[in-house]
């Protein structure tokens, strides 16, 4: 059986794209620009004020709801003519994504940086959480044993994304040259999957 996994999907299914073992330059003690987005118990609120019938986005969907309403109100880039890591990519970057970024900001600065080829479409993937794998599967289900009220089953890996680390463009910067591509395939079988701890 072939399935088609989605980290927002599937929280015990998380390719973490090399966060694992190496800390941003902001340090695993300070907060996150996505801490909204990230409190289960705000979550839990929005679903007590729901009507009748209606179910919760995901949180990476609330975001980029948000996102999107932003993005709406902000002047157009004009991006520059190169591609990849060029001197003026990385001055329009610098120049545009100043100081302390906000959520909207980081994602805003990686959307930028995959249409200058400084990122691939997986690689912003991955940023975010929404790298998908194909995975082999022996048998017809797939069983977790997610406790249903935990972080992880209200947060869907969103929590583990590089992206909600990230406070600075240098940040996403160091994270970017890290990146391998190579790393993250397209298929997988189950046991890599349980060897490489996404299971």
């Keep these: 059986m072939y399935v088609n996994i989605s980290s927002n999907f599937m929280p015990h299914v998380f390719p973490r794209c090399g966060m694992e073992n190496r800390r941003t330059a902001q340090g695993t003690s300070q907060k996150s620009a996505f801490d909204k987005y990230l409190d289960v118990d705000r979550q839990r609120q929005l679903m007590r004020e729901l009507p009748p019938g209606r179910m919760l986005d995901s949180v990476y969907m609330q975001f980029m709801d948000d996102y999107r309403a932003w993005k709406a109100q ?21 120049e545009r994504y100043s100081g302390e970024l906000s959520a909207f900001e980081v994602y805003d600065a990686l959307e930028a940086m995959q249409s200058l080829a400084i990122l691939s479409e997986k690689g ?22 997610t406790d249903p009220d935990s972080d992880a089953a209200w947060l869907h890996g969103f929590d583990e994304a590089p992206i909600v680390k990230f406070q600075k463009l240098e940040d996403i910067f160091a994270w970017a040259k890290d990146f391998r591509e190579e790393d993250y395939p397209d298929f ?12």
């Design 124 to 145: 912003q993937r991955c940023a975010i959480g929404t790298y998908d794998v194909q995975m082999k599967l022996k048998g017809g289900a797939y069983q977790t044993d």
């Design 74 to 94: 902000q002047p157009e880039a004009a991006l520059p003519d190169s591609q990849g890591w060029t001197e003026e990519n990385l001055t329009f970057l610098r």
């Design 188 to 199: 997988i079988t189950g046991a890599e999957a349980m060897a490489r701890g996404w299971i």
